[in-house]
């Protein structure tokens, strides 16, 4: 199984071949640990309930430094390594973190491609995942970045099947 996922300082949103969820914490609450605390919670209850014994790949965006200020990069830098941190404790057969201009290009073929530009290309390329998606474009960006890393999961088995591997 492989998953996509746009973090915030208060919102997870995750997306994978079947499923498209997005957890948050209420705007009124603002105690950081206790935020923090229950997107632990949240995630662990996300990643338990994929499957229970098959494993997953994690795919998630990088925080995006200066957007919002330094504070804002702080606060989803956070979340970020509590949302790391629950998938390597789950088991993950790999947790990757995704640069956004990386993503953008590999799946939208522009690195610099704006939120329109990218809720376009994923209506008209993968409706069934706009679909689900939505208004949200913090759901449309993990599509996103779920199809990003199918594409680099796949891409890894075609060159296994060919025994291309490395001497090590």
């Given at each position: 199984m492989i998953i996509g996922a746009d973090l915030s300082s208060r919102t997870l949103a995750f997306v994978d071949e079947g499923e498209s969820v997005k957890l948050g914490v209420p705007k009124?609450?603002?105690?950081?640990?206790?935020i923090?605390?229950?997107?632990?919670?949240?995630?662990?209850?996300?990643?338990?309930?994929?499957?229970?014994?098959?494993?997953?790949?994690?795919?998630v965006e990088d925080p995006v430094v200066g957007r919002?200020?330094?504070?804002?990069?702080?606060?989803?830098?956070?979340?970020?390594?509590?949302?790391?941190?629950?998938?390597?404790?789950?088991?993950?057969?790999?947790?990757?973190g995704v640069n956004n201009k990386t993503w953008k290009r590999s799946v939208v073929g522009n690195g610099n491609a704006t939120k329109d530009e990218v809720t376009d290309w994923l209506r008209a390329n993968h409706p069934a995942l706009a679909k689900r998606a939505g208004e949200d474009q913090d759901l449309v960006d993990a599509s996103c970045i779920y199809l990003h890393g199918r594409g680099i999961i796949q891409q890894g088995e075609r060159i296994s099947s060919l025994g291309l591997h490395p001497e090590r």
């Open positions: 009124s609450m603002r105690d950081r640990s206790e923090l605390q229950e997107l632990f919670l949240m995630t662990i209850g996300y990643l338990s309930g994929k499957g229970g014994e098959e494993k997953f790949y994690l795919f919002g200020g330094s504070r804002a990069t702080i606060l989803q830098s956070q979340v970020h390594g509590v949302v790391l941190t629950v998938a390597v404790q789950s088991g993950s057969l790999g947790v990757y």
